[in-house]
Each structure stands twice: as C-alpha cells, then as structure tokens.
T-cell receptor, first 113, second 115 residues
Framework: NAGVTQTPKFQVLKTGQSMTLQCAQD?????MYWYRQDPGMGLRLIYY???????DKGEVPNGYNVSRLNKREFSLRLESAAPSQTSVYFC????????????FGDGTRLSIL | AQSVSQHNHHVILSEAASLELGCNYS??????LFWYVQYPGQHLQLLLK??????LVKGIKGFEAEFIKSKFSFNLRKPSVQWSDTAEYFC?????????????FGGGTRLMVKP
C-alpha cells in the first residue's frame, strides 16, 4: 500500500523557472493538501482540495497554483520560482470529517537558486 | 486566525528521562487535536489524536497527551524516552466541522535523546 506518493523527491531550479510537483494517493481519500515546511515554522498550508473538483487557498498561496486532476492526484505548480520558495513540500490526504487525520507523503526538497 | 504555539523549540534529554512537550492553541470552539512525529529524513506520522471523550489519549510508542480545555492545551508526554524517539514533534489543531479539514500546525519541537 503506497499511501501518498510525491514526485520528484529533490529538485533544483533557477529563479524564474517553472515546475510542477506531483502527488497521488491510493487511499480513496476525498481531501488533499499541499504544505511547505520551513525551519521553526512548522508546516504551513499552501492550498487544499476538500473534494474532487474544488480547490481553496490556504495560509500561504502566493506564487503557487494547484490542480485537482482527479480524486487521486493533486499537483502544485510554481509558475516563476523565487528563492523564497526554497522549502520542503509535503502533500497530504485525508477522509472527510474533522476528526480524520492527514496522511503525508515523503516530501519534495526544492532549492531555488 | 487560529494559532498553535509550541514553546519548546529544542529539547535535549538523556535516555529514560521523562518528556513533556507543550502545545497551546488559540481557537475557543470545538477542536480536534493531533500530535505528529517526523523522524529524520522521513514524512510526518500520526502519534495520537483527540476529538472527544476522555481527555487523556494514548498513542503509539508509549506517548500520551492530555487535553485541558480551560488551558487551551494539549501537551505530549512520555514517561521514559528512548534514543529512537529523537525526532521533531508537531502539534496540530483542526477546528471542528470546518470546511476542508484544514490543520494548523505549531512550529515544532526538535527532541534529541542522548544514549
């Protein structure tokens, strides 16, 4: 059971380049999320998708776009990468319901030069 | 906006010492509370959760947490830590019944256990 799969695991970009981070889950979860993790700041929500066909902004959406391609897949796009977007990005998924825990992928470590 | 505070950013303990990590949140309504652990180089894993009932919840690997509503706190405890507990610990809060099931995370506490 793969759970939440993120690709790639590592990526280095130059400022201004574009990039799409991929995320897929095989747990039939309705909700999916993208976070960034920065030292001392915990995880901050970038975008989420409560269900297939819907997406909403989280705490730090600027500079990012998302696509909920189908129930399984939720991608995060950086249209014009900036050094401030250097971070570790985590995708997560969950069943609907406020007491449902989120399940996380292994993360994508992204460096922007 | 809701916030979650973890006051201890770094904790160093010797094996067999007792552990308590603080977590306080700001939201006054119904909440669901979680503790996640992130071992070096790995993704976040759920340690335990609280959503109703007994305010003392037990999780995996001997961890427990107590929800004290009057103090807006959900502190994590373990009576005797092991070297393998070296990790970063995150408290997270979800407002009850909010759309999208959004979690708000604390800044994390990095625990180092010396053998």
């Amino acid at each position: 059971n793969a759970g939440v799969t993120q690709t790639p695991k590592f990526q280095v970009l130059k400022t201004g380049q574009s990039m799409t981070l991929q995320c897929a889950q095989d747990m039939n979860h309705n909700s999916m999320y993208w976070y960034r993790q920065d030292p001392g700041m915990g995880l901050r929500l970038i975008y989420y998708s409560a269900s297939e066909g819907t997406t909403d902004k989280g705490e730090v959406p600027n500079g990012y776009n998302v696509s909920r391609l189908n129930k399984r897949e939720f991608s995060l796009r950086l249209e014009s990468a900036a050094p401030s977007q250097t971070s570790v990005y985590f995708c997560a998924s969950s069943r609907q319901g406020s007491n449902q825990p989120q399940h996380f992928g292994d993360g994508t470590r992204l460096s922007i030069l | 906006a809701q916030s979650v505070s973890q006051h201890n950013h770094h904790v160093i303990l010797s094996e067999a010492a007792s552990l308590e990590l603080g977590c306080n949140y700001s939201y006054g309504g119904t909440v669901n509370l979680f503790w996640y652990v992130q071992y070096p180089g790995q993704h976040l894993q759920l340690l335990l959760k609280y959503f109703s009932g007994d305010p003392l919840v037990k999780g995996i690997k001997g961890f427990e947490a107590e929800f004290i509503k009057s103090k807006f706190s959900f502190n994590l405890r373990k009576p005797s830590v092991q070297w393998s507990d070296t990790a970063e610990y995150f408290c997270a809060v979800k407002q009850g019944a909010n759309a999208g099931n959004m979690l708000t995370f604390g800044g994390g506490t990095r625990l180092m256990v010396k053998p």
